[in-house]
């Protein structure tokens, strides 16, 4: 059956007066109707241009999807920023994106079609890594890229995936429970509070994001540093991940 809920799209943003009118204007082209799209930006306490460039945006194009700018006297961190951004949401869907990366047209009428399913809590979209900023010819990426990428959508096949992809994810609004402050990994806790209800967490690689590729090893690694840890992290702080009775995904996630 075909749903159209109201979504919120929820961008943190710290500091990102370079592309955040880019990604305003990407938002406001996604091919979903304008009255039922809210754009949230929650500024984690930024200092340069960026609350201002999204003021100055909200004025310009009045007539688009409503456009909601929440501001923060300090920087604290990006899981501040989105249980604040939730708090503030209208949407019966929430997707989740980041400053940088762009989305494409369909992207948000493609994770939504996904909770036609009343057993799927959230949707994990599909990153692209592309050659040139704003391209969206896909990039040649390594093995083990590819290799992530086919896992989970494996795991999506079978059950649930481990988290998802932080450029492009959706949750229900009613399975949301604010997350620690201090958590690294939000597009890994997220999806997991749906798996802990009961809910699936499942791959659509129709709904595409579009990242620009930096050649440079020392980058891949930082990432999987924080990856790493930011499971670690969760493993210390979230007990249900140790019990296999309340963590179906208890042999995936180890």
Known sequence: REILPSVSVIVAAYNEERVIERKLKNLFGLDYPASLLEIIVSSDGSTDQTEAKVSRWKEQYPNGPSLLL????AHVGKAAALNRAVAHARGEILVFTDARQKLDRKAAAALVSNFADDRVGAVSGELILVDRPGGEGASGVGLYWRYEKW???????VDSM???????????????????????????????????????????????????????????????VRTLAGNYQLLWAIAALWSWRRNRLFFQYF
């Open 70 to 73: 929440l501001t923060a006297p």
């Open 151 to 157: 896992l989970r959508k494996m795991e999506s096949d």
């Open 162 to 224: 481990l988290g998802a992809t932080g450029a492009i994810y959706a949750v229900r609004r009613a399975l949301y429970d604010p997350i620690p402050a201090e958590t690294i990994l939000d597009d890994v806790l997220i999806p997991m509070q749906a798996v802990f209800k009961g809910y699936r967490t499942v791959f659509e690689s129709n709904a595409v994001a579009y990242d620009f590729i930096v050649k440079r090893t020392e980058n891949e690694f930082a990432r999987k």
